[in-house]
């Protein structure tokens, strides 16, 4: 079918550039084009038409369901397969981009293997669909051929007998009373009997009755009407397999224009049909589990709905999402990520009864339909057995896991009752379980719609937030404990938000994380950590060095080392002057490029931090494998001191070890003196809290400097 084509639209050059080069990935041979203006991306499909179409939901001139409108109404590309990217939090929004027309959706951050697979399986879905297309094209071919030689009959009727013996397709012509005049090998052959011993004999007394009636009655509409009948489909058995053909019935015509038979000629479409319902079922089905898809599960939810309504019961909808199975994902691999996902849809799928469905609505995310209910109490109890199965361990290639989930309910009639609207209030409990701690399910209810409007709308504030300069560092000063003078600061994000005030990481991180503006955020907190340490230097103000959180997203998806390099080079700092800090999970999760990405920043002079140390996956063997220069012991180990015997045996323990490997510690959370004198004795090199001094502003900590002894910066 030739070389594939995809268009992706998307109006940050950053998204571009990624989508691009993992559906590059794919095939060499696949012709990427980008748009970041989805207006200049229809202009573009006017005179071309793509294989798939990848969309960003969230773009300034026009979001995604518009653009996904203004397509379909394209008839060249009314059935392109479109994907639409959205945020997790964007649920109404991928609900109107599969209103308007969208094949699919995916989460962002987006997935490496989950967009892979997607955009795999939709070429796909597009190559067969277009072999399709030309193959349905040429049987209307060959069925107009054979209406055209109706006329043929007669002089050259020997040379025609031979030019329809070898065109593959059944051509019989009977006159009015239905005896054969004409039959080619081909149909000679389905029939089992010679050509010969058809031609003056009831052709429709060789079918089965049922078939015979339907062939008689269709002759007698011909020649009753003298108009053709195109096109119409017919099962044929022949040894035993049932095939499908094209059947297209003619009249016959004598010199003087009367009609004196039919001609019928049929086509095997039987391939064309399997193809279809492969398509078909491709179109309905996930391709990894091979459970019904959102499609699939929507229109099972509408019919599963008009029957309670009729019925007087309840249907229940069952949201389900895997608690950390991104954690899975990321230290197992992708391939033990999907073999969880198969496990835990096999599951889900022995849970059921007799007309109930599952289905896998994307990434770990599964739906399930409960009818004929008659209180929310048994929803309840079917919502604790399925967890209850699903709560266990698991065997992943060689290394068990332990996995639970939650679950949101939403009832019908009780919530809602279109299906678009009960899977939107379902997600909302979900999201309302994961909050409780995972591992447990809640009912939706209506406080549930302002937390999600309030979501959204922080989300389009976030968006804009950079470009109105609503974001602000604040510093904490981190002191050496043995001589309480103040070596390092960290830069700590504040949004000074134009309606809510001032507000901290944890009111809107999750938010930028889940839909990936941590990424532009997070290089603006770089870029102005290292400007204003240049700024404080050129004064004289005598902070030595600065540190800076990174995300997991910004090294999954950037080039880390150039950001830092360029942040250092544009501000002119000594690279010692910077130490980044990071979160175990990254570590584990991708320790061999995280290693090279490390080593590479250690080389450049950059130090590097492991930020809340003892929470996480904690592993004394990427301790000693990888770049680090210092252990930030989690405020969990500290809070309790000078009282709690077990805590202040592990922080004793990790500053001991952290030694012997050659690595610095701070303890986070200091809050007392009393906690201060312990600390300093156990032998932690420095301390950070309230007690040492609060976060605050560049000028705020500008004056604290002024007041209190500062360590003298030396080389790394």
Same mark, same amino acid.
């Given at each position: ?24 990935? @794919? *095939? ?68 109107? =981009? ?231 994902? *990321? ?7 999907? @073999? ?88 909302? &409990? ?34 804009? =937030?950079? *470009? ?93 080392? &150039? ?7 544009? $501000? ?20 061999? &490029? ?44 500290? $809070?309790? @001191? ?6 202040? &045996? ?67």
């Amino acid at each position: 079918m030739g070389t594939q084509q995809v268009l992706i639209v998307d109006d940050r050059p950053t998204n571009q550039n990624i989508f691009a080069r993992l559906t590059s990935a @794919l *095939d060499p041979d696949i012709v990427v084009k980008t748009c970041g203006d989805p207006r200049e991306a229809l202009t573009l499909i006017e005179g071309w038409t793509p294989d798939l179409i990848i969309v960003d939901f969230s773009m300034p001139e026009m979001n995604g369901a518009e653009f996904t409108r203004a397509v379909r109404r394209r008839p060249a590309t009314h059935e392109v397969p479109i994907v639409v990217i959205t945020a997790y939090d964007d649920r109404d929004f991928r609900l109107l =981009a599969l209103e308007a027309g969208a094949t699919d959706f995916l989460q962002s951050p987006v997935d490496r293997r989950e967009f892979q697979s997607r955009a795999r399986t939709l070429l796909a879905f597009r190559r067969q669909q277009l072999s399709a297309q030309v193959r349905a094209a040429e049987y209307e071919t060959d069925a107009a051929l054979g209406n055209a030689l109706s006329t043929l009959f007669g002089d050259g009727a020997a040379l025609m007998g031979q030019v329809l013996d070898a065109v593959p397709v059944m051509v019989a012509a009977t006159d009015r009373d239905g005896r054969c005049l004409f039959v080619n090998a081909h149909q000679a052959a389905i029939s089992g009997r010679a050509p010969a011993a058809l031609v003056g004999s009831d052709i429709a007394a060789t079918y089965p009755a049922d078939r015979a009636e339907r062939d008689r009655a269709a002759n007698a509409r011909v020649l009753e009407g003298g108009s053709a009948i195109p096109g119409y489909e017919e099962e044929i058995e022949r040894d035993g397999v049932r095939l499908i053909y094209l059947v297209h019935k003619a009249p016959l015509r004598d010199g003087q224009g009367e009609v004196t038979g039919v001609l019928t000629s049929a086509i095997d479409i039987t391939g064309r049909k399997r193809a279809e319902t492969h398509l078909n079922h491709m179109a309905r089905h996930d391709a990894l589990t091979g459970l019904p898809n959102r499609i699939l599960f929507r229109d099972r939810l509408q019919s599963a709905v008009a029957k309670a309504q009729a019925d007087g019961n309840r249907v229940a909808v069952y949201l389900l999402d895997l608690d950390r199975f991104k954690f899975v994902n *990321d230290t197992r691999g992708h391939r033990a990520g999907d @073999l969880l996902l198969e496990k835990v849809a096999a599951t889900v799928g022995r849970m059921l009864k007799p007309g109930e469905c599952a289905a896998r609505l994307g990434g770990d995310e599964f739906a399930v339909l409960i009818g004929g209910l008659d209180t929310p109490d048994e929803a309840a109890q079917r919502a604790e057995a399925l967890l209850a199965a699903i709560d266990r361990t698991y065997s992943l290639e060689g290394h068990d896991v332990v996995l639970s989930a939650s679950l949101g309910i939403a009832l019908s009639p009780d919530h809602a009752t279109a299906p678009d609207e009960l899977l939107r209030t379902a997600d909302l &409990a979900m999201y309302a379980a994961k909050a409780a701690g995972g591992n447990t399910f809640r009912f939706f209810h209506h406080e549930m719609n302002w937390a999600a409007q309030t979501a959204v709308a922080l989300e389009a504030d976030l968006h804009a =937030a950079i *470009d109105r300069q609503e974001f602000e560092l604040f510093y904490q000063p981190v002191s050496a404990a043995r001589t309480g003078a103040i070596v390092s600061a960290e830069a700590l994000l504040r949004w000074n938000h134009p309606v809510k005030g001032r507000l901290g990481p944890g009111d809107f991180l999750r938010c930028a994380e889940e839909t990936g503006m941590i990424i532009p955020i997070g290089g603006w907190v770089l870029r102005e950590a290292c400007r204003q340490l240049a700024a404080w230097r050129a004064r004289g103000v005598p902070i030595p060095r600065v540190s800076v959180n990174l995300s997991a997203l910004q090294f999954q998806r950037t080039d880390v080392f &150039a950001l830092v390099r360029q942040a250092v080079s544009d $501000s002119g700092l000594e690279p010692d002057c910077l130490e980044l800090e990071i979160v175990e999970s990254l570590l584990v999760a991708n320790r061999q &490029a995280a290693a090279e990405t490390l080593q590479r920043l250690r080389d450049f002079g950059v130090r590097v931090a492991v930020d809340d140390f003892g929470t996480g996956y904690s592993s004394l063997q990427y301790l000693r494998d990888l770049p680090v220069d210092r252990l930030k012991i989690d405020r969990s180990f500290v $809070s309790a @001191l000078p009282y709690a015997a077990k805590d202040a &045996a592990i922080v004793h323990a990790i500053t001991s070890m952290a030694h012997d490997l050659g690595l610095e510690t701070t303890a986070e959370g200091v809050e007392t003196e009393e906690q201060q004198v312990m600390l300093r004795a156990i032998g932690c090199d420095h301390l950070q809290g309230y007690h040492i001094g609060r976060p605050q502003s560049a000028l705020g900590l500008e004056a604290l400097l002024a007041s209190r002894p500062v360590a003298h910066r030396r080389a790394s």
